[in-house]
Nanobody, 124 residues
Framework: QVQLVESGGGVVQAGSSLRLSCAAS????????MGWYRQVPGKERELVAD???????NYAEPVKGRFTISRDNPKNQVDLQMNNVRPEDTAIYYC??????????????????WGQGTQVTVSA
């Protein structure tokens, strides 16, 4: 089992910055992908950014150039630096980690582990 604990959400004004952190604990395999996803009511959860254990990153188009994902492997921690946030970034942000064959196509499966979510609200 793996546990994920997120922190750093809140209410901010458009154009400001916010940093989310997620710490993983438990049985964590060396080869993995950690990522941030977000969801708004009525829509499916979507990728924000992910990073594998080698540091290769992947970003959704709407956040490219504004958000930066990073990780600390010894601490099993992944952070999301959010700059120049926009009202459309308002969502619940979830941290995830997954292993095995899913890391090839970078898609979390049913066996992925998820955090409890942290609310990010951006006011205009």
């Amino acid at each position: 089992q793996v546990q994920l604990v997120e922190s750093g959400g809140g209410v901010v004004q458009a154009g400001s910055s916010l940093r989310l952190s997620c710490a993983a604990s438990g049985r964590i395999f060396k080869f993995n992908v950690m990522g941030w996803y977000r969801q708004v009511p009525g829509k499916e959860r979507e990728l924000v950014a992910d990073i594998d254990n080698n540091g290769f990153t992947n970003y959704a188009e709407p956040v490219k150039g504004r958000f930066t994902i990073s990780r600390d492997n010894p601490k099993n921690q992944v952070d999301l630096q959010m700059n120049n946030v926009r009202p459309e970034d308002t969502a619940i942000y979830y941290c995830a980690i997954y292993f095995g064959s899913r890391i090839v196509d970078r898609v979390p499966g049913d066996d992925a582990y998820w955090g409890q979510g942290t609310q990010v609200t951006v006011s205009a």
